[in-house]
């Protein structure tokens, strides 16, 4: 055995057969080694060499606490494609129409450069200042970004429960109330009887509304297949899968159509097979009847509110509208108080009357 003065350990071995290889000797957890290296004739000194040195400094190495590798975390707007192809089919192609414009036009122009582990309760702070002139745009907006962060969190590229959305205040909004009158609905139901439409299916479908309480889409959106009297059954909507309960005028409404196909569109466009679109046509109606503020959707409220007039329980009244959760339609609990008080004012001016009592004797 031959041995490097420059670095100890490393060797030449010359046997009995002549033949002469390069070796390395080193200490791997506590315990020595040998390692041949090749041999002389086909490996130079210089190579062996360093073969020799990179082998004792791994070896020195083991055991040692070392840095642990730096993991990848993409930018936001590089994170976007792998969200979307991920978690975005999941949505309904509505939803992921909406959301698609959100996370283009709201979220990628203000996080796209920054790594998703890196946005911060700052971030989304003065995000929100930013938009305290369009408070609708950052509501719809945040529930959309506190889902990617999430979702990111379920991947590794943050920790868990450091989801900056979480907690952050939505800008309150006065949310119109418009419920329409006995007399308004005279109004409507003289300018539908009255109006002449070029679409025949306008009349039909709003009132549709007017008797089911239906979200306009859900009309808009029906198909023969769906009439199953005395009810319509919807394989999919807003809230999921929903029955909605036919009278007797909604029955005959659709008594008096044309049946189509099993899957053509019940209220139809004027120039396509295509379903209808009611707002297309609802700002000449509503103008025409003197209702100028009055929205589609009104036409869900006053539904709410004609039944809670008549004394339908609250809970009954989520079943009629499809709601999915109580809160829903605790928004008319006030409606109810006010008929309540109603008739307790009713029950109490009436007892007076019989004991002979007036107003100022109480």
Known sequence: MTWDIALPGFGLRKRINGKVTWVVKYRYCGQQRMK???AASVLTAHIARAEARKLIAEAALVGLPTKPKQKYVPRF????????RDYAQHWKPTTQKACQG???????PVFGKIQIDQIVRTDINRWR???????????????????????AEQLGYRSKGTNPCRGVSRYKRDLPERYLSPIEYKRLGRV????????????????MLLYTGARASEIEMLRWRYIQIPRLVLPDSKTGPKTIYLNRQAIDVFEALNQ???DDYVFQAQRSNGPIKLSQYWHKIRKRAALPDVRLHDIRHSFASTAIADGVPLAIIGKLLGHALPESTARYAHLADDVICESAERVCSGLASQMGLSHDQL
């Open 36 to 38: 041949t290296l090749g």
């Open 77 to 84: 707007d590089e994170y976007v494609h792998e969200f979307w």
């Open 102 to 108: 959100y996370i283009a036009r709201e979220l990628v």
């Open 129 to 151: 200042d930013a938009l305290s002139k369009r408070t609708g745009i950052f509501n719809r907006t945040i529930p959309i970004l506190s889902v990617m962060i999430r979702y």
């Open 192 to 207: 539908l009887a009255e109006f002449d439409l070029p679409n025949l299916d306008v009349v039909p479908a709003i009132l």
């Open 260 to 262: 189509g196909q099993p």
